[in-house]
């Protein structure tokens, strides 16, 4: 029986590994560290729409809209800067934030209401903010700060541009 016993777990562990396809480019026990790390971080550094306002008006800080392009040229922070999630990689980071210790404000479409064609909101758990935040962090840049508010577009003083913006 004992022999029986250790030929099934055995024929287990290899269907288990034969599932596991390896590949060098993807970690996630990375990245499920990053996360714990940034929530930490993240905890504290989430900032009111007029401390964005205050630390935006830095020339030395970045703005920056990961949202699509498409998006982006619809209504965007006046002054940010855009690069899309998806083409986000070290190069491309290095060509608009100058160093990873530069302060980085970010901001998602989750932040605002009443321009859902600039700005449609995304599931709780899978806002920009949250994916941005950590995709920084996991490529080194630790100075960052995120909106934290819901903010009504008519109300808030952040400038915004782009087709959609007020003339």
Do not use: W
């Not at 449609?120 to 996991?138: D, G, Q, R, W």
């Not at 819901?150 to 808030?156: A, N, P, Q, W």
């Amino acid at each position: 029986m004992r022999h029986f016993i250790t030929l099934v777990l055995g024929m287990l562990a290899l269907a288990a590994s034969a599932n596991e396809i390896p590949n060098p480019l993807i970690d996630y026990t990375a990245f499920e560290q990053n996360v714990s790390a940034v929530g930490g971080l993240r905890a504290h550094r989430r900032v009111t729409d007029e401390d964005f306002l205050r630390m935006a008006s830095d020339p030395q800080t970045i703005v920056l809209d990961a949202r699509s392009a498409g998006k982006f040229a619809m209504l965007h922070v006046k002054g940010a800067r855009n690069l899309s999630l998806p083409d986000i990689t070290a190069e491309e980071l290095a060509k608009i934030i100058p160093s990873k210790s530069t302060r980085v404000l970010i901001y998602c479409n989750n932040n605002f209401l009443d321009e859902p064609r600039a700005f449609p909101s995304k599931a709780l758990s899978a806002s920009l903010n949250v994916y941005t935040f950590n995709v920084l962090y996991a490529y080194g840049y630790t100075n960052v700060y995120e909106l934290g508010p819901l903010i009504e577009m008519d109300k808030t003083r952040i400038p915004f541009e782009g087709e959609l913006a007020p003339r």
